[in-house]
């Protein structure tokens, strides 16, 4: 029996790698990654502006406001990348109008005897919403300064107010609370470390029990039964199945790795705003937690996997055709799209037990259980109560779901869907 579920291991697995689905796929996936992560330079290639910086000429008739302007705009611009280009000019305004492009601005700061300071701000179009937001920062930051300067404010007093404030952060409360940057980092950083998790979950479903869909309408089914018993049959499909699934969740890695290879041309340099996330990342503790959690998250997905392709399996044997099968696998997309959700959201669920309660509950604990962890909800050993939980879920279903199974494998009734499922349930082989 071994030699047979072995052979109907290699036998699925074979099919679903040297088809031209999984090649097609693949290189599709590839592309899509390596544009995804280059799509700065795709876009420029095409005359896009997106790296293009944003030239700002000045024209000072007050004589001490540019360099206030310059050094505010250039502090302002230290944690980001530079898209604010800021020159002193010495044409007339009707020659600087006359001359500008596209992506440039012109700034004329002029005396006022009631503002101390009056500005315009030309451009020949629109200016990028992020763009004119940094400058009118910079031009208040300018007025606030000439003002005091014109009212002979001293050097040093005029130092001490134009500098940032230094802020000591004081949380009262002595519950346990998702920090800033934390939140910052779950609700960016988290969704994009999880999707991979997600679609992988997506596809096994499908894969798994579009297969043993198409073998039950194809009639192959009554073949294989009668050399192998269920049980046999829809544990070689669940682990050739899981097998593949991580294969190609290697792929997807290697996959991203090229295009950062790409992206960087080889060399180790990091994007000044992933940079900013990724301290973030580290300022909150996201990183630490994230690398000791690793090896449980590791096992949760594993059991996650065996778990949502057993249920797949079990329900597509009581299809008899592809519609079917989609009626029954909505309910898991759902499940799944709930703890996706839930994940991204926890921190707005702060100190709710039913939250904490869902990350015990099996198929959504995978998501879950790791995102309370990490925003402080839980411990560790909740942790371990969730994974637990889904080996002792994983046992009921291989233990009770192979009975439904072999009651429905070879059903090829026309009663109802919902109908035929009860009745495999109650059956007395179960």
Partial sequence: MSKKFWYLVKQSLGKKIKSKWFIGVNIMLLLVIIALININSIISFFGGDFNES???????????????????????????????????????????????????????????????????????????????????????????????????????????????????????SEEKSVDENMEMVMTTLFPTVILPFFMLIIFLVQMIGGEICEEKTTKSMEIIISNVSPKVHLLSKVVASNVFILLQGLLLVIYSVIGILISTKGKLIIDPSIDTLLNAAATSGFTDKLLTLLPAILVMMILSFLAYSLVAGILAAMTTNMEDFNQLQTPIMLVLLAGYYLAIMAGMFEGSIFIRILSYVPFLSCLVAPSLYIIGETTMLDVFISIIVLIITIIILAKYGLKVYKVGILNYSNDKLWHRLGKAIKSKEV
């Fill in 54 to 172: 944003t030239k700002v000429y000045v024209i000072d008739q007050t004589e001490i406001s540019y360099p206030i302007f310059k050094s505010s705009m250039d502090t302002m611009m230290k944690q980001e990348e530079e898209k604010i280009v800021i020159k002193e000019s010495k044409k007339e305004e009707k020659e600087l109008k006359k001359n500008l492009k596209d992506n440039e601005v012109a700034i004329i700061f002029e005396n006022s005897q009631d503002n101390y300071v009056q500005t315009k701000l030309i451009s020949k179009e629109k200016i990028n919403n992020t763009t004119y937001q940094y400058l009118m920062q910079g031009l208040n930051a300018t007025k606030t300064s000439v003002a005091l300067v014109k009212t002979n404010t001293s050097p040093e007093l005029l130092q001490k107010i134009s500098s940032p404030m230094e802020i000591e952060r004081i949380v009262l």
